[in-house]
T-cell receptor, first 114, second 113 residues
Framework: DSGVTQTPKHLITATGQRVTLRCSPR?????VYWYQQSLDQGLQFLIQ???????AKGNILERFSAQQFPDLHSELNLSSLELGDSALYFC?????????????FGPGTRLTVL | AQKVTQAQTEISVVEKEDVTLDCVYE???????LFWYKQPPSGELVFLIR??????QNEISGRYSWNFQKSTSSFNFTITASQVVDSAVYFC??????????FGKGTRLHILP
């Protein structure tokens, strides 16, 4: 158990809808990262937050947004969902802001868009 | 271009055999970090190792060892005396100064009893 929690575990929704994925980092970790894992694209870095501020951006679509709250939990919002957004979404956390820190991954949220 | 290539999509070996997973990377940055992560059937990614671009020393941790060669832009991972519990997908990743992280497509490793 990495100490990172993600809810929900599974989410099934329809095209055009909007969903919110939630992540609670390990106690003491200030950085939260979001990743998307799909069969087509593999594992892709989406975005990083550090202590409430956006730190780095990867291949995140404009339809997607994230934030990190004062209690350090983070939410990833996915809107105008398309079939291709079906994937496993991981959250990870680390102590510092540097990209080379060891990251601890949550169990993931499996999103299915029908 | 920045890229991580894991040419081996899937490997099967019999338990107790040694197996090497290849990773080749491309980057123009002189400062970068390389990682290996394991994704067992349960799905959660587990950090295995980090290596920075200035440290070419090979590393051994139990049955695991890593060979980093800047001359060939490779960071290969060897499991000695493989066990069934080693069955997983293994990802190599590259992290650069712009804080972006690029993962390879992964190598699915089957250890057969």
């Amino acid at each position: 158990d990495s100490g990172v929690t993600q809810t929900p575990k599974h989410l099934i929704t329809a095209t055009g809808q909007r969903v919110t994925l939630r992540c609670s980092p390990r106690s003491g970790d200030l950085s939260v990262y979001w990743y998307q894992q799909s069969l087509d694209q593999g594992l892709q870095f989406l975005i990083q937050y550090y202590n409430g501020e956006e730190r780095a951006k990867g291949n995140i679509l404009e339809r997607f947004s994230a934030q990190q709250f004062p209690d350090l939990h983070s939410e990833l919002n996915l809107s105008s969902l398309e079939l291709g957004d079906s994937a496993l979404y991981f959250c990870a956390s680390s102590v510092g802001l540097a990209h080379y820190n060891e990251q601890f991954f949550g169990p993931g949220t499996r999103l299915t868009v029908l | 271009a920045q890229k991580v290539t894991q040419a081996q999509t899937e490997i099967s070996v019999v338990e107790k055999e040694d197996v090497t997973l290849d990773c080749v990377y491309e980057t123009r940055d002189t400062t970068y970090y390389l990682f290996w992560y394991k994704q067992p059937p349960s799905g959660e990614l587990v950090f295995l190792i980090r290596r920075n671009s200035f440290d070419e020393q090979n590393e051994i941790s139990g049955r695991y060892s890593w060979n980093f060669q800047k001359s060939t832009s490779s960071f290969n991972f060897t499991i000695t005396a493989s066990q069934v519990v080693d069955s997983a997908v293994y990802f190599c990743a590259l992290s650069m100064r712009d804080d972006k992280i690029i993962f390879g497509k992964g190598t699915r490793l089957h250890i057969l009893p």
